[in-house]
């Protein structure tokens, strides 16, 4: 196998204008490096506590830290780097966008790379749903988009009930927070946003009925049909029903194509407004552009965020023009207007198209989850092998021990022990799912076939480390 730890630019940078070099009043050491970030910042932090690196330098799906370790990261900014670190064409654009003077943002007034960044995402979207579609620029962060999405919905429908999943995933600020599943994140909450309801998850391998694949998805649908047309369900109509059509912190779990569709059938139906959330499955990684395509039906408004800024931050909701019924200034923002994250993302959107990274992220996933199942039967300790495109997941477990529902328990600790021997066999990779007992992959779209085998092989040592064989 070829050394897959090279930090070497994928392409020359010798016509790179040279940025000056801020040296840094005084040197840590790398324990220090840490040290100093565990002693300043706020017991909030979370990914240090598994992922303890301080990063160098950076290049393709390759991280090098400060003590002089190489990884391969399949976490990626968790999907917000689909390009990578530091592509070549990504920085070029950003040199250029500065050197021509172009400001830093422009709250919501526009420029030319803002009108360029517009068009290169309706080129991105499915033909018909960009006829007629518009764009709302929100605050950077994904959290704020969903923010926007559900005040659109509630102002289009004059009504006030939401309905999640059980699972999902929208965010950290009040009203994402509570269509959130985790309850972790609840427990020491008050005040979140009344009249949310949460529906069962087409999740097959713990499914809620008991019964899993399509049998489990149909009744899913039937138990939501149910309550819409069931006057003593104690359910208002609701404005919206937000979904990720694949769960991403909630374990990496993909919507059935016939549950999405069915989802559709239902909330036209209802005059319900459906609600798509690809923070994270979309641009991309799951092997289509957009993960909703497969299942060859539009939502009412789609979330973007992390991947469509190519790396910088930025967020946006897209729906269709009949629901653009705001007022002037009814969700605003200060940094709407992102100007290098309209350059990168143009560019990244770009990429992805020209070099056929949506065909790569279906082979290369395909290749990581056949490795995944090997290694299943040598690990009964993987319960599942899952995902789409470069979204997988494997959920660790206790073998042959189940729970009072009869779904296997559920094997934290060992998650944890597997995601730290893999780090320190030169991998990146996330924990999620129920009780953190997910192994999350979420590598950049550049990933290449051999770098996807250094993945399986450290993910096959890090087991054998773990169980001591």
């Known amino acids: 196998m070829q050394n897959v730890l090279n930090l070497a630019p994928e392409t020359s940078m010798t016509n790179y204008q040279e940025i000056p070099v801020v040296k840094q009043p005084y040197d840590l050491t790398p324990d220090e490096v840490l040290l100093s970030q565990e002693h300043y910042e706020s017991e909030v ?68 790379s803002k009108d360029a960044f517009i068009k290169a995402v ?53 009203g994402a927070l509570s269509l959130t599943g985790s309850l972790s994140a609840k427990n020491r909450r008050t005040g979140l946003m009344s009249d949310v309801h949460f529906m069962p998850f087409p999740y097959s391998y713990r499914c809620s009925f008991g019964l899993g694949g399509a049998q489990g998805a149909a009744q899913s649908i039937r138990y939501i049909e149910s309550i819409l047309s069931d006057d003593e369900s104690g359910i208002t109509k609701p404005a919206a029903i937000i979904v990720e059509p694949i ?67 930025m967020s946006l909701i897209l729906y269709h023009e009949k629901f653009d019924c705001w007022n002037p200034g009814e969700h605003t923002g200060t940094f709407r207007g992102n100007q290098l994250a309209m350059a990168s993302g143009a560019k990244t959107l770009e990429i992805i198209k020209r070099d056929n990274l949506t065909e790569n992220a279906t082979l290369r996933g395909e290749q990581l989850r056949s490795g995944f199942t090997q290694l299943q039967q040598q690990f009964p300790q993987i319960g599942d092998v899952r995902g789409r495109g470069l979204m997988n997941a494997i959920e660790i477990i206790k073998p042959e021990q189940f729970n009072k529902l009869g779904q296997p328990i559920a094997d934290p600790e060992l998650a944890a022990k597997i995601q730290r021997a893999a780090l320190e066999s030169g991998l990146i990779i996330e924990k999620g799912g129920r009780q953190g007992a997910v192994l999350r992959f979420l590598p950049p779209l550049i990933i290449s076939e051999t770098q996807i085998e250094f993945v399986l092989a450290t993910v096959a040592k890090a087991f054998s480390i773990v169980m001591d064989i």
């Not at 919507?255 to 559709?264: K, M, N, S, T, V």
């Open 247 to 313: 769960q991403g912190e909630g374990g990496v779990i993909p919507a059935p194509i016939e549950w999405l569709q069915a989802l559709r059938r239902l909330t036209t139906e209802h005059g319900i407004l459906l609600i798509f959330d690809e923070i994270q499955c979309g641009i991309g990684r799951s092997g289509d552009n957009f993960a909703f395509e497969s299942a060859g039906v539009e939502p009412d408004i789609l979330i973007l965020s992390k991947a469509v800024g190519g790396g910088m931050p």
């Open 122 to 174: 309706m080129q991105f979207l499915p033909a018909n749903f960009a006829k007629t579609a518009r764009i709302q620029f929100c605050g950077p962060s994904g959290a704020d988009a969903v923010e926007a999405s559900i005040k659109l919905a509630k102002l289009y429908t004059k009504r006030n009930t939401m309905v999640s999943f059980h699972g999902a995933y929208h965010g950290m600020t009040n």
């Open 45 to 112: 932090r979370s990914y240090p506590r598994r992922i303890p690196i301080a990063i160098k330098t950076t290049r393709g799906v390759i991280v090098e830290d400060t003590k002089g370790q190489t990884y391969v990261d399949c976490l990626a900014g968790a999907g917000a780097l689909p390009l990578g670190y530091n592509h070549s064409e990504i920085n070029q654009v950003m040199i250029t966008q500065l050197n021509e003077g172009v400001p830093y943002q422009t709250l919501d007034l526009t420029t030319p």
